[in-house]
């Protein structure tokens, strides 16, 4: 099984940066891609970026230009630096581990999830 284990997030102001930080138990490599979600009260969960195992990035458009994901090999760990929040970036925050396609993946695994507020 594979654990993911969240931290970073909390109240920012608006312009302000944070730094979300996943960390799992297995080889990152073992994941055909690691992302982070989120999901804001009363809508639907929505990728927000993306990191396949060959490097390849996905980004939401509402993110592209201020978001960034990145990952620390050695570390098993994925980031996701959040530059220039706005009001609408308050979520609940998901990393994602998964094994096949986004469509119809074979493994899935979420991390506990991370509330990140954007407000004066």
């Known amino acids: 099984q594979v654990q993911l284990v969240q931290s970073g997030g909390g109240l920012v102001q608006p312009g302000g940066s944070l730094r979300l930080s996943c960390a799992a138990s297995?080889?990152?490599?073992?994941?055909?891609?690691m992302g982070w979600y989120r999901q804001a009260p009363g809508k639907e969960r929505e990728l927000v970026a993306e990191?396949?195992?060959?490097?390849?990035?996905n980004y939401a458009d509402s993110v592209k230009g201020r978001f960034i994901i990145s990952r620390d090999n050695a570390k098993d760990t994925v980031y996701l630096q959040m530059n220039s929040l706005i009001p609408e970036d308050t979520a609940m925050y998901y990393c994602?581990?998964?094994?096949?396609?986004?469509?119809?993946?074979?493994?899935?695994?979420w991390g506990q999830g991370t509330l990140v507020t954007v407000s004066s």
């Open positions: 990191l396949t195992r060959s490097a390849n990035r």
């Open positions: 994602n581990y998964r094994i096949g396609s986004a469509s119809n993946p074979s493994l899935e695994r």
């Open positions: 297995r080889s990152i490599f073992s994941a055909d891609a």
